[in-house]
T-cell receptor, first 116, second 113 residues
Framework: GAVVSQHPSRVICKSGTSVKIECRSL??????MFWYRQFPKQSLMLMAT?????????EQGVEKDKFLINHASLTLSTLTVTSAHPEDSSFYIC????????????FGEGSRLTVL | QKEVEQNSGPLSVPEGAIASLNCTYS??????FFWYRQYSGKSPELIMF????GDKEDGRFTAQLNKASQYVSLLIRDSQPSDSATYLC?????????????FGTGTQLKVEL
């Protein structure tokens, strides 16, 4: 199967700072990547769809100015949490689809963000 | 709005038994259905996908889809302690890659020795 790599796996930051999370497709080109957030004991909630070379599409209730997404190449999408607050502490997971496959998503390892 | 419903569990089964996980979805236009396994603190990994009505078998896993009833299930035969995890049902609008999926809240499975 296709491989999606996410970095960093864990990050701790102070309130008010910004954190960048990278998502890379290692062995395929991903025109579309998805960013999810998961709080403890809850399911994955889609935050936004990242499209290579164009603006991301955000889900209702997700602040686009707070969660900046950049998909500058076919193998890299980044999520920047700006002015982070403790309530942003969560597990952030990226995923990518590959057209030649059957439609399933391949997930990165996830990034656990803790905002102090 | 698409909704995917799962019983949160925990579902406890003895080792060697069959575990049955169920999922219902609200959007009749849904065309692709996935089961993911998620261990605590880890990201989801794909177990199976199914597009057509009926059963699809892969090793100890069988996915069942009934579009008329808007129901999809996952059977795990000969359950092992390593199968203990949360199983997420996900539903998408169509095949072809880059799929936007809606996830259920997951069912926690515990396989007991």
């Amino acid at each position: 199967g296709a491989v999606v790599s996410q970095h960093p796996s864990r990050v701790i930051c102070k309130s008010g700072t910004s954190v960048k999370i990278e998502c890379r497709s290692l062995d395929f080109q991903a025109t579309t990547m998805f960013w999810y957030r998961q709080f403890p004991k809850q399911s994955l909630m889609l935050m936004a769809t990242s499209n290579e070379g164009s603006k991301a599409t955000y889900e209702q209730g997700v602040e686009k100015d707070k969660f900046l997404i950049n998909h500058a190449s076919l193998t890299l999408s980044t999520l920047t949490v700006t002015s982070a607050h403790p309530e942003d502490s969560s597990f952030y997971i990226c995923s990518a689809g590959f057209r030649a496959h059957t439609g399933e998503l391949f997930f990165g390892e996830g990034s656990r963000l803790t905002v102090l | 709005q698409k909704e995917v419903e799962q019983n949160s569990g925990p579902l406890s089964v003895p080792e060697g038994a069959i575990a049955s996980l169920n999922c219902t979805y609200s959007d009749r236009g849904s065309q692709s259905f996935f089961w993911y396994r998620q261990y605590s603190g880890k990201s989801p990994e794909l177990i199976m996908f199914i597009y057509s009505n009926g059963d699809k078998e892969d090793g100890r896993f069988t996915a069942q889809l009934n579009k008329a009833s808007q129901y999809v299930s996952l059977l795990i035969r000969d359950s092992q302690p390593s199968d203990s995890a949360t199983y997420l049902c996900a539903v998408g609008g169509g095949a072809g890659g880059g799929n936007k999926l809606t996830f259920g809240t997951g069912t926690q499975l515990k396989v007991e020795l």
